[in-house]
């Protein structure tokens, strides 16, 4: 099992970036697919942006593409991935989870990341 701790969120004006960090502990073998999904009030959570085990491996969600970049830093026994939101909208006002797929292959469906952290909150204001 994977230990997952976001950090970064915050509030910001339309327009503005904001950069979300997760830590990840315990069994952070290379291979992990790390994903960054998040939910509105009201919606289902959803998926936003991915990265493998190679950095050349990177998804994103059409509405956060050219705006938000996703990067990975390996450590002994620790990994952090960051999330750098630019441009940011009203419409990315959410909560922001980082998660952990066992998946051989890139993932964008909630039931198959396997660890998630407790989310942090972002607000964008127009």
């Known amino acids: 099992q994977v230990q997952l701790v976001e950090s970064g969120g915050g509030l910001v004006q339309a327009g503005g970036s904001l950069r979300l960090s997760c830590a990840a502990s315990g069994r952070t073998f290379s291979r992990y697919i790390w994903g960054w999904f998040r939910q509105a009030p009201g919606k289902e959570r959803e998926f936003v942006a991915a990265i493998g085990w190679s950095d050349r491996r990177v998804l994103y969600a059409d509405s956060v593409k050219g705006r938000f970049t996703i990067s990975r830093d390996n450590a002994k026994n620790t990994v952090t991935v960051n999330l750098q939101m630019n441009s940011l909208k009203p419409e990315d006002t959410a909560v922001y989870y980082c998660?952990?797929?066992?998946?051989?292959?890139?993932?964008?469906?909630?039931?198959?990341?396997?660890?998630w952290g407790q989310g942090t909150q972002v607000t964008v204001s127009s």
């Open positions: 998660a952990a797929s066992r998946s051989s292959t890139m993932v964008i469906t909630t039931t198959l990341y396997d660890d």
